[in-house]
């Protein structure tokens, strides 16, 4: 019954750290990828008392397709200047901007289907008899494959890393009819770094009910991708490599026992 609860209980720790990544893993969906130049650019920003309505940038870019200079007006809420270079893509909205926030969906995925054979060899263990020790080797093992790729991907993706520091802590009620990315009751931290000798700000996508999760002067490393000209908000970390090795000697214990039983 023990081991049941706690395969369950890692089951579910798998299912929700591939959820995040889920959510980290922003490509806007769509083959064609167009560089533009930002010509003008405009903070829209509304309270309503300390509750933040909107909060995004409306840019004018202009940017090449099959040959002929165009014009498109898009939202973000990363900050851009006039005559920064920035990367459109097409997606299910129409054109929009290009953000990658550094986690692979396609580990995600597997990820989640990993989590939910754990709990499903917790749930059957007694009814498995001597298979269920292998097949939850065999799970753990994919678990650990699945986020050591993901680990060293991110590690070969070249980004400039600069100082941000929180300077403001926002709490979201947005209007539905200019919804994006953000979720009612939430706060997100307003970020800003320096690139170029210039000043940048971006609201984070990473929100929390609890306003004590973030703090006003707080300074971390900003991530930016100068080929997709981007801020990458979220990397593997070295957490990804530790629960990797974690999974991955479970998984060599769960063979050595098999064998030594066997």
């Known amino acids: ?69 165009n014009t498109k007006g898009v939202k973000t809420t990363s900050e851009y200047k006039v005559d920064d270079k920035i990367m459109l893509c097409e997606s299910d909205r129409g054109l929009a901007v290009f953000e990658y926030n550094g986690a692979s969906s396609l580990s995600a995925f597997f990820l989640m289907l990993a989590g939910i054979a754990i709990i499903i060899v917790g749930i059957t263990n007694q009814y498995a008899g001597s298979y269920a020790p292998l097949a939850l080797a065999l799970v753990l093992g994919f678990v650990a494959l699945s986020l050591l ?46 690139k170029n000798n210039n000043e940048y700000k971006y609201l984070s996508h990473y929100g929390s009910r609890n306003l004590a999760s973030f703090k006003i002067g707080k300074k971390g490393n900003v991530y930016f991708d100068e080929k997709n000209h981007c801020v990458v908000e979220k990397r593997s970390s070295v957490g990804t490599l530790i629960m990797a090795l974690v999974f991955l000697a479970l998984a060599l214990l769960g063979f050595i026992s098999i064998i030594m039983g066997g």
Do not use: C, W
Not at 26 to 46: A, D, W
Not at 167 to 192: C, G
């Open 1 to 69: 019954m023990l081991q049941t609860v706690l395969l369950v209980l890692v089951g579910i720790l798998v299912i929700l750290t591939a959820y995040d990544n889920f959510k980290s893993s922003r490509y806007l969906k769509g083959n064609n990828l167009y560089e533009g130049k930002v010509i003008s650019s405009n903070l829209k920003s509304e309270k309503r008392e300390d509750t933040l309505l909107v909060h995004y940038y409306q840019l004018q870019v202009l940017y090449n397709k099959d040959n002929k200079q």
């Open 149 to 194: 790729i993901e680990y060293f991907a991110a590690r070969k993706e070249k980004l400039d890393v600069y100082e941000g520091e929180v300077v403001d802590i926002l709490l979201f009620d947005e209007d539905k009819s200019q919804r994006q990315f953000f979720k009612n009751n939430y706060y997100y931290p307003l970020i800003k770094y320096s």
